[in-house]
Structure formats: structure tokens, C-alpha cells
């Protein structure tokens, strides 16, 4: 994490709830909170297909949120208003949106073709990108063809990353997501956890010399993944009889931090970089990536690259009433600003997207989790929803009930697609079945009159009565595919963007985790040792005292 060591001039941010259209939108939420979904369908026959954007093999349907078509039209002013447009154009441009730190955002050069030009101070970074790209491609083959030998001479079969945060989540939901494009014979894993079990766990069938680690860390400090990295390096040289020089063949590094690296021990030759204008939480598709790359293909990646991209171009140059990401963060915005609603569902009906939802719990909540706006006021709206999901169809058998007939409205995004990578049966057929079928349910529920008269008796009818009116996105593309899934990932990450441009936040720092790693470092040596003289407050100085007691210290 790094500070602007002078203070940067930032501009003074309106406080975007003292804007006409903020409070347009207030007034407006009073005569929207009164209506019907069912009366919404009702009253206008085009809904479904004018509350809907065809792009990128992607169908995106609106129309089941609790919007009118002038809610739309007040929420893109109110985009407009703040700027969203400009911003955008400050990011891709490279311009240092993220002030607390002093950094160009430009995730998005990642995945430029080769020949566009985005600078930072002065310098043009789609050739560094490409490079690097070309570095992995070759390192990748290498391993994916057999001619990279470990130390013993035995071809790479698990390709192990370290990495947390940004440097987990991405790369572990890929491997998911495009496990039908690994090559057969080669399996990622992933350790993030300090917790030893996770390392135990992924690797106590494993042979240490047909097994190469890739650390990923973006600052190659972190203490979960340092201690893992060590952890590894022990197992391997314990594994490979001991000799020093089996780290170079069984360890490549991920990192903007070469000092770091070559201090740890990994041969730089090794090792892959990225640049500070790069997020954590937005790095899946740099080098932090590699295990992916191995796992699919330089080719596969690629693909992955160029559906970022075509996303990227679509965010850029459609106007606001047509951008599937600045709708999509308009209507997140007015469920959880104007209609009150304090989460986001992200509910993928495929079980390769089994990761997606955390991995958008690190992107978005990390990015726009934040209290005060670009110049340091506090805000005095709702920041981050709380992002959760888990794939259906399993949801529908755990929590659906809540988000159906609970207290509390829960805005859901459904992610579906129209073919399968396999043809078993009628499966994919009654999974979207089943996904349709739920948003519809939960858009249009069930009277009390139409159960009544289904012969259920009065007594019971309540219970069965879904109220409906409980508003959902449907995300329908057409098949997952390494190009569709970057596709979706930069549909959030502009998602997310457009949300925190309306805060006026800065969605691309995170200093919130600081403290507590500040705190586990001081608490750290009070656990093993002499008994300490704790100053902590009185709970955390018991529990630090129960735990030694029971571990006999
Ligand atoms: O938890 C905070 C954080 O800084 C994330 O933003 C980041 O993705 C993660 O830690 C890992 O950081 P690094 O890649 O530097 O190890």
C-alpha cells in the first residue's frame, strides 16, 4: 500500500445527495415504493423488451427491477450529473484517479491490443503488458509441453499458487470457470489460508517433484502468503532431497516487487510482473493470471483477455441508456440507495462459476466498502452493498426461502446461460428452467385470491401467499466460454466503477484492512514466548490468555 508523498490537489466533490437529481430520485422512490412489478408489466406491453440490452452474446433483462422507464431516465441523470462519463474517460486514460495513492487505474491496459497507446507520466505501458504476456506464453508452454523438467526430471502435473485477496480470488475462480479448457494432466490448486490446513490439505497427495508453486503477490509482503511461500519452499526442498538449487525449477514468482522476490530466493528469471497501476482485486487478468495461463493455454487466455476487452469497449463508447455495466450499477445503486435494500444476491445457475460470487465479494466490497468520499467527507449515503451468493440450483434449496418470503428484500442477479459445455441430458433445460422460474416467482408471486382458489383452505393460504414484487437482473449469455467469462468479470468491475463515480469514492484503495494486520502483527509474539505484559483491551487480553493456557504456554 502505498501513499502520495505530497499532498495531491483534489478537487473538492460535491456531495452527490445535494444534487437535484439525487433528490429527483427521492421523490421519485415515494411514487415508484407504492407499485407493483405485476402492475408494471400491466401498464406498459414493451416493458420486457425496452427494460433489455442485447450485447456481446449477452441478454441483459431489467425489466424485473422495481423501475419505471423514468426511473431510468433519473438515474442516467444523475450519472451524468456526476460525471460518470468524464471519469470513465480519466481511467482509460490513465490519468491518477486513485489519489490516496497516487495511481493511474488501468486495468484495462491489460487487456489493450498491442498497438493502442494508454501512457503513464509520459510513458506508453501496452508494450511492458504484451511483453509480460509473451514471458507467461512461453513460460506456459514450457511447462504444458513437458519441456520444463522439474528438478528430478519429472514433468510439472500441479501448478500451486499463493496467493490471497486479489492474488487468490481471480485466479481460483478462473480455474474453476475454464476447467474444461485445462489441459489434461495439469491441475491448479490454490493456498491462501494462513491457516496450515489449507496448505496441508493441497498438498498431502502431492509429489514435490512433479509440483511447481507460483507465488502471487502483488506487494510480496503479505504475511498469509510470505508464511505459505516459506511453508512451500521448506516442503519442496524436503521433498527434493534438501538442494538449494530445486527452488528455481519449482518455484516462479507473480509480483511488482522484484527486490522482494530475489530476496526470497526465486530465480527473477521466474518471474512475472505487473505495475502499481494495476489493483489487487483487478490484477486476475495480468500476470497474477499465470496459473490460468498454464492450466487453459496462452491461447485460452487470450480469449479470456479479448472478452475484457470487448466489455471494456462497450463500457467506453455506449451511451449510459444502452451500457450494460452503467446499468447494471444505476439499478444496484437505486435498490440500495432508494429502495433500501442492504445486499446483492449474485446467484450463477453453473457450477463452474461455484467461486464467482466471492470472487465479486473482494471486488466490489473492497472497492466501494469505503465512509468518505475522494476529498475526505464523510459520505452520508450507503456505500457497498454486501455482496453473496452461491450457485443455483443449490440455493434455491438453502436460502431462497428467505429472499421469497423473508422481511428483507434481496435484489438478486441471476447468471444463466443458454448452452452447456456438456450434453448429458435435459439438464441444462431444467436448470434454466428453474432460473427463469424463480425470477418470475419472485417478481410476480402469488395472491392470496389465486391460492384461495386453487382449493387451498383460507387458514393456510397465508402462508403460501408470495408477496412478490422482489426485484432481480437476468445476466443471459449465450455459453460460458474463457471469452465470456471476461466478458462478465468486466461487466462488474464497470459496474462497480459507475457506483463509486456516483459516491465520488475512490473504489481503488483499501486502507480498512490495514489496521487489523497492524494489530495481528502486534499480537503475534504475545501468543508464543514469555508470558507478556498485555495492554490490550480487557476481552482481547483474555483471549490471548486462554489461548496460551490452552496451548500449554
Ligand atoms: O487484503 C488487502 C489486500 O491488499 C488486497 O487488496 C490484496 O488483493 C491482498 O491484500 C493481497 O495483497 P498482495 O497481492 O500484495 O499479497
Not at 45 to 52: C, P, S, W
Not at 66 to 74: A, F, G, K, N, S
Not at 514 to 534: C, F, M, N, T, Y
Request: net charge neutral; hydrophobic share 40%; charged share 20%.
Amino acid at each position: 500500500m502505498s501513499t502520495a508523498t505530497t499532498a495531491p490537489s483534489i478537487a473538492p466533490v460535491t456531495p452527490v445527495d445535494t444534487r437535484p437529481e439525487w433528490k429527483a430520485l427521492v421523490a421519485h422512490a415515494d411514487k415508484v415504493k407504492p407499485l407493483h412489478i405485476r402492475q408494471l408489466f400491466r401498464d406498459d406491453a414493451t416493458r420486457a423488451q425496452d427494460l433489455a440490452v442485447n450485447a456481446m452474446d449477452i441478454h441483459f433483462d431489467f425489466s424485473k427491477q422495481r423501475v419505471t422507464r423514468e426511473t431510468l431516465q433519473l438515474l442516467v441523470s444523475l450519472a451524468k450529473a456526476c460525471g460518470v462519463e468524464a471519469k470513465r474517460d480519466a481511467m482509460f486514460r490513465g490519468d491518477k484517479i486513485n489519489v490516496a495513492e497516487g495511481r493511474a487505474v488501468l486495468h484495462v491496459a491489460l487487456r489493450a491490443p498491442k498497438g493502442t497507446v494508454i501512457k503513464v507520466d509520459g510513458k506508453d505501458v501496452v508494450p511492458d503488458v504484451h511483453a509480460v504476456l509473451d514471458a507467461m506464453s512461453a513460460f506456459a508452454n514450457k511447462i504444458r509441453s513437458g519441456e520444463w523438467k522439474g528438478h528430478t526430471g519429472k514433468r510439472i502435473k500441479t501448478v500451486i499458487n499463493i496467493g490471497i485477496g486479489g492474488s487468490d480470488l481471480g485466479p481460483a475462480m478462473a480455474w474453476d470457470a475454464l476447467r474444461v479448457w485445462a489441459q489434461p494432466g495439469l491441475e491448479c490448486r490454490y493456498v491462501s489460508n494462513v491457516d496450515e490446513n489449507d496448505f496441508y490439505e493441497k498438498t498431502k497427495d502431492l509429489d514435490a517433484a512433479e509440483t511447481m508453486f507460483v507465488i502471487s503477490s502483488k506487494t510480496f509482503t503479505t504475511l498469509e502468503t510470505m508464511t505459505n511461500a516459506h511453508t512451500a519452499r521448506a516442503w519442496s526442498l524436503k521433498g527434493l532431497g534438501g538442494d538449494e538449487k530445486a527452488v528455481a525449477k519449482h518455484f516462479a514468482a507473480v509480483s511488482t516487487a522484484l527486490e522482494q522476490v530475489k530476496k526470497f530466493g526465486i530465480d527473477p528469471a521466474n518471474m512475472f510482473g505487473f505495475w502499481d497501476w494495476v489493483g489487487g482485486r483487478y490484477s486476475m487478468d495480468s500476470a497474477i493470471g499465470l496459473s490460468n495461463m498454464i492450466a487453459v493455454g496462452p491461447d485460452a487466455f487470450r480469449d479470456m483477455l479479448a472478452g475484457f476487452h470487448d466489455m471494456d469497449e462497450h463500457f467506453r463508447t455506449t451511451p449510459l441508456e444502452k451500457n450494460l455495466p452503467a446499468l447494471m450499477g444505476l439499478l444496484n445503486l437505486w435498490n440500495n440507495q432508494f429502495l433500501g435494500c442492504d445486499t446483492l444476491a449474485v446467484l450463477p445457475y453453473c457450477q463452474y462459476l461455484d467461486r464467482f460470487s466471492a470472487y465479486l465479494q473482494q471486488l466490489e466490497m473492497e472497492s466501494n466498502g469505503k465512509h468518505v468520499q475522494l476529498d475526505g467527507q464523510h459520505v452520508r449515503w450507503q456505500t457497498s452493498p454486501i455482496v453473496w451468493g452461491q450457485p443455483g440450483t443449490n440455493g434455491q434449496h438453502a436460502f431462497y426461502q428467505m429472499i421469497h418470503q423473508g422481511t428483507k428484500i434481496v435484489p438478486c442477479d441471476f447468471i444463466a446461460f443458454a448452452e452447456s459445455l456438456h450434453n448429458i441430458g435435459t439438464h441444462q433445460d431444467l436448470l434454466t428452467a428453474n432460473v427463469f422460474a424463480q425470477a418470475e416467482a419472485l417478481a410476480f408471486g402469488k395472491t392470496q385470491a389465486e391460492i384461495e382458489a386453487e382449493g387451498v383452505p383460507a387458514w393456510l393460504a397465508p402462508h403460501k401467499v408470495m408477496e412478490g414484487n422482489r426485484p432481480s437482473n437476468m445476466i443471459l449469455a449465450r455459453k460460458l466460454s474463457p471469452r465470456m467469462l471476461g466478458r462478465l468479470i468486466a461487466f462488474y468491475e464497470h459496474k462497480v466503477f459507475t457506483m463509486g463515480a456516483i459516491w465520488g469514492i475512490n473504489s481503488f484503495d483499501q486502507w480498512g484492512v490495514e489496521l487489523g494486520k497492524v494489530l495481528a502483527q502486534r499480537i503475534i509474539p504475545e501468543l508464543s514466548g514469555a508470558k507478556p505484559d498485555l495492554k490490550h483491551d480487557g476481552s482481547t487480553n483474555a483471549l490471548i490468555n486462554q489461548y496460551r493456557a490452552w496451548r500449554g504456554r
